[in-house]
């Protein structure tokens, strides 16, 4: 897969801008097309209908905007109607969508919308108690806070009722359209810069990809103000005409009866998304459905397994960055557990994030189990073009990104020696325990297949003299107990599970902590550590190997592990 780019390419995104598609030509080709386009509960608006929306919504947003503010529309909403109508609104008046996530509080809420000069902010009742008291930045004043559930906001918009759906002059494939923030498990969230032109082609070649239809109905259960649920959900359903149907906030247990009634035929997911309908109670007509297939990411080899077996609907585990920089897409002949080949343009390979030398392939056993995970564990980067259109204001971030005219993804993989590429978890997920390099996602994938485990996350504790120790979180099925003797014995029955993988502390939850986009919130188990209330269970050194036998961790033992961290001068790093 030698790079058929020069040295820089890198730093050029290829938005898609030779077909010279817009989001806003696509919202415009909606345009008296009376078919279904939007469900919400008993609600149901025709493709014609939303596109006459968001045109009336584009031309109240022109008058609104003071001249020369930045054209950013801050969305803090759910997911209700309001939020595409203003995508579309967006997209034809050449303004650009921030998703602002409603799980913030305070001043770190205050700075998302003051660091992207949001101009106009639209929000509905119930999240007017977010902004008591916050100082929303020059560019944004009271006046234009669009409250959506609010009478005044109808009356607002009813002199624009006939508009019609016309793109600004100004608008190009290269009209900023997104400003979505990443996770933010690592200091403050990075507003990554998505265009019109990128947001088009990812919704043409994901069309492509999963056979859209007009037919289609796309279930969006994600939070739209993050980039999965825009991008391989929403963007998709509008360029191949299919209908989308919206529920607020993701609920396990509503889930297929949302499917059922809505005709859902595909939905998108991420983190444990699909763990947490697993964890549902099985019942008779779980393949009672017209759901065809769901993409995501991070459901893990195993619950995707589980998840066909069933419901009766495949899951297509597919990866691209938040940030557009690298994109593997899954192929005829993918092995199990495998996310598939680099996409066209891209030149991937996984390397030693200190000397970007490649990593040599991944080697299994007759079962399919990694052998060789220390080795063959590295960074996946981009050395060909990508689509990175860069972070708002961020350029030491843009410098982290771009590497040597590489695009550094900051996720861990491995590849076998047919091409295939694994995910492995993130670069900040990775352990070092006695001088051995471990990724967490490997020893995830392990323990996922203990019986009474409804998830598992895996992270590290300091350890008290050098390096870290591996500590893991289980959140067990209803009913379930945990026996630290069945553990230690599934871990050595584990062919696959290295001598330093093991944990040393086990946290036994009744759920997972997740961030609002349902994934596992390690800054927080990382940072409570063995100092949790839950309980925790623990191998103490003297027990033998690592993982051999398990007891609970007491008050006493904690203050003697204390003890042994000031000694090394080494409690500080309790608190990062």
Partial sequence: MGSTHTAGAAHTPDTGSAAGTTVAELVRARWKDHRPGLKYRDLVLTHHETTAASAARAALLRDLLPPGAQPHVGVLLDNVPEYPLWLGAAALAGATVVGVNPTRRGPELARDIAHTECALLVTERAHLPLLDGLDLGPSLSRDRVLVVDDPAYDALLAPYAGAEPEPAPEVTPGTRML????????????????????????????????????????????????????????????????????????????????????????????????????????????RDHPLRHGFGTEAGAVDATRFAARFGAPLIEGYGSSEGGAAIQRSPGTPPGAIGRAAPGSDLAVVDPDTGRERPPARFDADGRLLNGDEAIGELVNRGRSTFEGYWKNEQAVADRLRGDWYWTGDLFFRDTEGFFHFAGRSDDRLRVDSENLAAAVIENILARFPDAASAAVYAVPDPVAGDQVMATLALHEGAAFDPAAFAAFLAAQPDLGTKMPPRFVRVTARMPVTATNKVHRVDLRRTGFSCADPVWWSPPEAGPCGAAYRPFTAADRLALLDEYRAQHRDALLDR
Avoid at 203 to 229: K, Q, S, T
Avoid at 247 to 267: Q, V
Avoid at 271 to 279: D, M, N
């Fill in 179 to 286: 400003l979505y923030f990443t996770s933010g498990s690592t200091g403050a969230p990075k507003a990554v810069i998505c265009s019109q032109g990128r947001l088009a082609h990812a919704g043409r070649a994901l069309v492509d990809f999963l056979d859209v239809v007009p037919e289609d109905v796309h279930y969006i259960c994600m939070p739209l103000f993050h980039g999965n649920a825009v991008m391989a959900n929403w963007a998709p359903a509008l360029t191949g005409g299919a209908a989308v149907a919206l529920r607020r906030r993701f609920s396990a247990s509503g889930f297929l009866p949302d499917i059922r009634a809505y005709g859902a035929t595909y939905f998108t997911y991420v983190g444990r998304a699909v763990q947490f309908l697993l964890a549902t109670p099985e019942r008779p007509d779980d």
